[in-house]
């Protein structure tokens, strides 16, 4: 029966140990996807004024459009600092893969912009100059670069053992 037990919390553990991984990773990636939006908005919309996030309408609009887009990058960046104060909270913190998450967040975001929005659905372009190519090249290069550093950091080895012993400490 002890031994029952024994392998009851161990599995306990184990499965915990897998939630959390999940979690410290959505965490990075919602606040990525956040600090990425903030700082779009930020910069392209608002400082350099390249362009609007929908584009296709008066300007009225466009401002507008800036305005619900700059909410999402608000919501999404507490949705993944409040799923951040729950890790540390039971202890279940890891840096590396919340960083990885973090780097996957904002080089998806970058990536689905540059493609999906700016391509796809022309909704707006990164800047309306003749050579556009050169804008969108090097948008998407440091996009999946990002993708590449996330994937990096969630992927390895030692940031797994490292989590592994934080989730049992939470349950002993």
């Known amino acids: 029966m002890a031994t029952e037990k024994g392998n009851k919390k161990n599995n306990s553990a184990y499965i915990n140990s897998s939630k959390y991984r999940k979690r410290v990773i959505w965490s990075g990636f919602l606040f990525g996807v956040g600090l990425a939006a903030f700082i779009d908005e930020t910069i392209f919309h608002q400082l350099l004024r390249w362009h609007h996030f929908y584009d296709k309408s008066t300007t009225d609009i466009g401002l507008i459009s800036d305005g619900l887009f700059h909410a999402f990058s608000w919501f999404a960046t507490i949705g993944g ?92």
């Open 81 to 172: 600092l409040f799923i951040f104060a729950d890790i540390r909270r039971r202890n279940a913190m890891c840096h590396k893969r919340w960083w990885g998450g973090i780097f996957l967040g904002t080089g998806g975001f970058q990536l689905y912009d540059g493609t999906i929005q700016h391509k796809l659905m022309r909704i707006h372009q990164i800047r309306y100059v003749e050579n556009v190519f050169v804008y969108d090249l090097i948008w998407n290069i440091l996009a999946v670069f990002m993708i590449i550093i996330g994937l990096i950091f969630v992927a390895s080895r030692r940031s797994g053992q490292h989590f592994r012993k934080a989730a049992a400490h939470d349950h002993e």
